[in-house]
């Protein structure tokens, strides 16, 4: 089955700008979680969603905002993007909401000028 | 607050030694821990869980709990090895899971 899909694979925007990245979990899976990955900081969560609801949010500013579908497709926006937002975001997906593990996608490289 | 550390950062071995990645966690409930391994160019993905207890592609990690601990053993590498390793943790908080994971250890298995 297909695994987690992620869109668009790369992006560049502009400081100020806000942007929206989407991701299509396993098909069945329930939970999406939404994590940032850059070279300083590693990985670090940002949000988890469970049939349409956030169940839990990272230590990200207001500006980080996400949103789950009745189909369990996800997308999260960013907005008034500064420098330090420049990271790979990934998305994961799993079946239950517990303590499984996640399958994760290739994620957005997000680049911001 | 739940914490992972992995204390080294790169690991240098040659083919055929034995591979341990340390990781030590902290966190007040009863944890679930897991390997990721992220090689050049691929994804992030799951390579054991210790609920699971089992042995993928030759690696086994034990969780020890007096230490606090989930290091990930190898008893003799392969350059296909090579790549990057995270060690996780998931918990619950507030009315949700996540996963918090170690900084990464990148191993470079040497021929």
């Known amino acids: 089955k297909a695994g987690v899909t992620q869109t668009p694979r790369y992006l560049i925007k502009t400081r100020g700008q806000q942007v929206t990245l989407s991701c299509s979990p396993i098909s069945g899976h329930r939970s999406v979680s939404w994590y940032q990955q850059t070279p300083g900081q590693g990985l670090q969560f940002l949000f988890e969603?469970?049939?349409?609801?956030?169940?839990n949010k990272g230590n990200f500013p207001g500006r980080f905002s996400g949103r789950q579908f009745s189909n369990s497709r996800s997308e999260m926006n960013v907005s008034t993007l500064e420098l330090g937002d420049s990271a790979l975001y990934l998305c994961?997906?799993?079946?239950?909401?517990?303590?499984?593990?996640?399958?994760f996608g290739s994620g957005t490289r997000l680049t911001v000028v | 607050a739940q914490r992972v550390t992995q204390p080294e950062k790169l690991l240098s071995v040659f083919k055929g030694a034995p591979v341990e990645l340390k990781c030590n966690y902290s966190y007040s409930g009863s944890p679930e821990l897991f390997w990721y391994v992220q090689y050049s160019r691929q994804r992030l993905q799951l390579l054991l869980r210790?609920?699971s207890r089992e042995s993928i592609k030759g690696f086994t990690a034990d969780l020890n709990k007096g230490e606090t601990s989930f290091h990930l053993k190898k008893p003799f590498a392969q350059e296909e090895d090579s790549a990057m390793y995270y060690c996780a943790l998931s918990g619950m908080r507030n009315a949700g899971n996540m996963l918090t994971f170690g900084g990464g250890t990148r191993l470079m298995v040497k021929p």
């Open positions: 969603y469970f049939s349409e609801t956030q169940r």
């Open positions: 994961a997906s799993s079946a239950k909401q517990g303590n499984y593990g996640y399958t």
């Open positions: 210790h609920i």
